[in-house]
């Protein structure tokens, strides 16, 4: 039963959905009524016309609405945000307006580039508060100038919330970021109390997110009453433009488990991935597995036998993640293994193939989504591959059908530049 205190705004595309992600011609920014320096910005970046979802938000953010908005990733959902909320931010004010959470640093990061890119006209300060570096210097930043948005993790908010490092009196947007993410339990008790520091009575919030799950809507729900909701997905077109090809690899390593057995499987599961590339010529490929341990035996076998490779985890300190992504971005290494880590908001241009060596657990099939929604991005065509065993074929089909997408056993010849 639908929630009654939600407001829907769905669109649900015509009878071509390639056109999901894609903008659309017949909108023009300039009918968003936008301040000219924000417009100018948004032309500097590229952005000629809006993206479906950027037409269905930005109006809906620059009115003071709150928002539930679902979108597949790569379908324009930051640029969305990003210009709403500047429209509403008010540059004689020089007071913090605008809170962005998000779950990792990379995303926040991120975000705040692109806020700097698209306000880089307008009178608007915006500041990166993150962990991973020194909580001083964060302070400083806070001191040195008005800020009237800031951008940042959950932790590092909070405490400089708590702190009263960040002036709380007049902020009246928040903005969540990977909602779903942000509604589990590592992070729901650090995003309450952000809400708690804030004036709910004149608070606009705004969720946006690849993926909803049934417990992370109603937590939502017991935050904010009545908002918009704009759904760009439905079960035919979440992985709309991506071709998802498969490889099962059987049970040869099945019987009783050990520790061993499972390593033995995973390098031959790399040393498949290998001989599927061989003699391809390299686009830039993102590889997933879930576990940081595992990631790291991917790597060495990629390593060792001389491809363009290098590694991202959690365990690196916040300059080496992003001299990792900044080598992958610029194309001077071609593959970048990961964990989970990266399977959110990181946004590489150009990136149209994604590999996967295991599949995410049933409960937590959302996974699927944000790991594949990697390539594909803004229209473009994308491909996964998925390398797995007989019991992960089942649970990769049984996820890949409820969110109705299609799989397809690996061509003997294929070429990732098909």
Known sequence: ????????????????????????????????????????GIYAMGFETPSFIQKKAVPCIASGSN???????GTGKTGAFVV????????????????????????????HHNYESIGKYMNVNTILLTGGRNR?????????RPNHIIVGTPGRICDLLEDKMIKAE????????????????????????????LNADTLQILFFSATYSSEELKTISNIVENPVEIDLRNDEYTLQGIKQYYVNIGNQFG??????????????????????????????????????????????????????????????????REAVLSNFKTG??????????????????????????????????????????RSGRYGRRGVALHIVNDFEFQNLNQISESFGSTLEALPKTFSFKE
Request: glycine fraction near 4%; hydrophobic fraction near 35%.
């Open 332 to 373: 001077k290494k071609r593959i970048l293994v990961t964990s989970d880590l990266c399977k959110r908001g990181v946004d590489i241009q150009g990136l149209s193939v994604v590999i996967c060596l295991d599949v995410p657990p049933i409960d937590s099939k959302e996974d699927f989504i944000h790991r594949v929604g």
């Open 67 to 73: 928002i539930r908005a679902q979108a597949q990733s």
């Open 136 to 144: 001083s210097d964060d302070v400083k930043l806070l001191n040195e």
């Open 170 to 197: 007049f902020i009246r947007i928040l903005v969540l970021d990977e909602a779903d993410e942000m509604c589990k339990e590592g992070f729901i008790l650090q995003v309450r109390s952000i809400y708690d520091y």
């Open 255 to 320: 019987g009783k488990f050990s520790i061993e057995k499972k390593r033995q499987e995973l390098i031959y599961k790399v040393h498949t991935l290998m001989h599927i590339l061989a003699g391809q010529s390299l686009c830039q490929i993102m590889v997933f597995i879930r576990r940081k341990g595992d990631a790291q035996d991917v790597y060495s076998v990629l390593d060792q036998n001389k491809y363009s490779c290098t590694l991202i985890s959690s365990e690196l300190s916040q300059e080496k």
């Open 1 to 40: 039963m639908e929630n009654e205190n939600v407001r829907k705004v769905v669109f649900e595309g015509d009878d071509n959905n390639e056109q999901i992600g894609r903008v659309d011609s017949d909108t023009k920014w300039e009918e968003f009524n936008l301040k000219q320096n924000l417009l100018k």
């Open 84 to 111: 709403g909320t500047l429209e509403r931010i008010d540059d004689q004010m020089a007071e913090t307006q605008c809170l962005v959470i998000v779950s990792t640093r990379e995303i926040a990061k991120q975000i």
